[in-house]
């Protein structure tokens, strides 16, 4: 019998370090134009976005 992987909840391990700053710097970019376009327009999302861009920023500030 093969085995089977669900796809559903799964990540994947980012084995290089640059490769896994480059990916953080562009979900931190992500967050940040998200949360400017939406701000005006639904708040509650905007400050979802901002929250998850500061995470990302401190986890960039402690790694570098």
């Known amino acids: 019998m093969n085995k089977q992987y ?3 909840g799964s990540a994947t391990a ?3 370090e640059g490769e896994g700053l480059a990916i953080l ?3 931190y ?3 940040i ?3 400017s376009q939406i701000k005006y327009a639904n ?3 905007g ?3 901002e929250s ?3 995470k990302i920023r401190k986890t960039l500030e402690d790694i570098s």
């Open 14 to 16: 980012i084995t290089k």
């Open 6 to 8: 669900c796809r559903v």
């Open 47 to 49: 400050e979802f976005f």
């Open 33 to 35: 134009a998200k949360a």
């Open 52 to 54: 998850k861009a500061s």
């Open 29 to 31: 970019k992500n967050f």
């Open 25 to 27: 710097e562009y979900q």
């Open 43 to 45: 708040t509650q999302l």
